[in-house]
T-cell receptor, first 114, second 111 residues
Framework: DVKVTQSSRYLVKRTGEKVFLECVQD?????MFWYRQDPGLGLRLIYF???????EKGDIPEGYSVSREKKERFSLILESASTNQTSMYLC?????????????FGDGTRLSIL | KQEVTQIPAALSVPEGENLVLNCSFT??????LQWFRQDPGKGLTSLLL?????REQTSGRLNASLDKSSGRSTLYIAASQPGDSATYLC??????????FGAGTTVTVRA
């Protein structure tokens, strides 16, 4: 089974802090994704990566950056955390260029910024 | 811009009843369509994926249909059980990477 592991289930940080969310997948997937999920707004794509050191902006990249130094690991960085970044963050991965392969999700990190 | 709508937002049925969940989308030029399940406080679990060229997919008690021309997909869950209680999300594949998600239908199956 595909395993996407997010480093923390719950995280509490303070405004202005630099926050790192880590995600690791074990299926040699080329694509990796970061989403945030908010009540009433659904899932929104922050950033994705289709290869090591490659990244593309999603729909809501402002205030975030990402890093992909190894194929299996994709990090989301909140450069200076703000209260409006309190949310559920979900990481996903999938094979490259395949219309019959679903995205596989981690269990999420519930991040609170105080 | 692709808009994905799921109606109703919530559904409550007695155990044993068949479930019918609806998903509609505005642009028929889709890459694929995926159905996910989400339990409270958890991530998404992939249930079924229908490629653009397909009309339906089946897995156990689950069957999903796709009608691109009318911009609709339906997820059927036969003989519902309390363990089927969850939020079901529909997502339209836009290209090799991006998905556009619906807001989900929250299902409660009463024992």
């Amino acid at each position: 089974d595909v395993k996407v592991t997010q480093s923390s289930r719950y995280l509490v940080k303070r405004t202005g802090e630099k926050v790192f969310l880590e995600c690791v997948q074990d299926m040699d997937h080329e694509n990796m994704f970061w989403y945030r999920q908010d009540p009433g707004l659904g899932l929104r794509l922050i950033y994705f990566s289709y290869d090591v050191k490659m990244k593309e902006k999603g729909d809501i990249p402002e205030g975030y950056s990402v890093s992909r130094e190894k194929k299996e690991r994709f990090s989301l960085i909140l450069e200076s955390a703000s209260t409006n970044q309190t949310s559920m963050y979900l990481c996903a991965s999938s094979f490259y260029r395949s219309d019959n392969q679903p995205q596989h999700f981690g269990d999420g990190t519930r991040l609170s910024i105080l | 811009k692709q808009e994905v709508t799921q109606i109703p937002a919530a559904l409550s049925v007695p155990e044993g009843e068949n479930l019918v969940l609806n998903c509609s989308f505005t642009d028929s030029a889709i890459y694929n369509l995926q159905w996910f399940r989400q339990d409270p406080g958890k991530g998404l679990t992939s249930l079924l994926l229908i490629q653009s060229s397909q009309r339906e997919q089946t897995s156990g008690r689950l069957n999903a249909s796709l009608d691109k021309s009318s911009g609709r997909s339906t997820l059927y869950i036969a003989a519902s059980q309390p363990g089927d209680s969850a939020t079901y999300l529909c997502a339209v594949g836009l290209d090799d990477y991006k998905l556009s998600f619906g807001a989900g239908t929250t299902v409660t199956v009463r024992a």
